[in-house]
């Protein structure tokens, strides 16, 4: 097993459209392993292919405390949502923010696993938005994009003046 990189807003990696997954091998295996892996290390509750440079509909996600409970969804699909729920969030590939987001309350999810078989399945509260987050990775949605114009407009600055300040943290004196 290896960690992966997690990629960071802005990388346009994150805004790219997914594939679904065809081929459930061993390359998929290790895939999703790596993903397990890099998610609990980080340490996060989810990871979304996107987020590790795969364009490609896979999410691992595990809200136990734990950490023993991974659960695959593979070519996921929300088939049902009902009521809706306000609370904090933040993401892995978006630094130093979170933010109260709305999402549905209950959904009902469809996918496979990780042997290609069907599954189906309903999620509540934060398990069902932790699923909602994940899932909008693999249309190239970051939390961002459910928050205020202004919110997003001061995230997007703040975050200009941090890479910019990193960039030049490393130049070292004398190597311009
Ligand atoms: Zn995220």
Known sequence: MALLEILKYPNPVLRKKTTAITDFDDGLKKLVADMAETMYA????GLAAPQIGVSQQLVVIDITEDKNQLLVLINPE??????????EEGCLSVVDLSAKVKRFDKIKVQAKNLDGADIEFEAEEWFARVIQHELDH????????????????????KRKKQLKDEA?????????
């Open 42 to 45: 980080a340490p996060g509750v």
């Open 168 to 176: 030049e943290q490393k130049v070292v004196p004398g190597d311009k």
């Open 78 to 87: 929300i088939i049902n949502g009902e009521g809706s729920q306000i609370d």
């Open 138 to 157: 693999l249309k190239g949605i970051l939390f961002i994009d459910h928050l205020s114009s202004l919110k997003r407009a001061l995230y997007k600055k």
